[in-house]
């Protein structure tokens, strides 16, 4: 799974920390979305999905490969 996130679409709700904090984190002067984890292992796929699928700006992309 390769792990993307738009910064400009990202509006702060923090959803995405909530579901996956081993992937992602937020900016602390901005709450913007930070990707701790482009390529994150197999038994984190599923809080990952979560946290796209949640995300309200659908500023997380989900690919797979590498």
């Given at each position: 799974?390769?792990?993307?996130?738009?910064?400009?679409?990202?509006?702060?709700?923090g959803?995405?920390?909530?579901?996956?904090?081993?992937v992602?984190?937020?900016?602390?002067?901005?709450?913007?979305v930070v990707l701790?984890d482009?390529?994150p292992?197999?038994?984190?796929?599923a809080?990952?999905?979560?946290?796209?699928?949640?995300?309200?700006a659908s500023?997380?992309a989900?690919?797979e490969?590498?």
């Open positions: 799974m390769k792990v993307t996130v738009d910064e400009d679409k990202c509006c702060g709700a959803s995405c920390v909530l579901a996956a904090p081993d992602f984190d937020q900016r602390d002067e901005d709450g913007v701790l482009a390529e292992a197999e038994h984190l796929h809080a990952v999905r979560e946290a796209a699928g949640v995300c309200p500023a997380i989900l690919g490969g590498a």
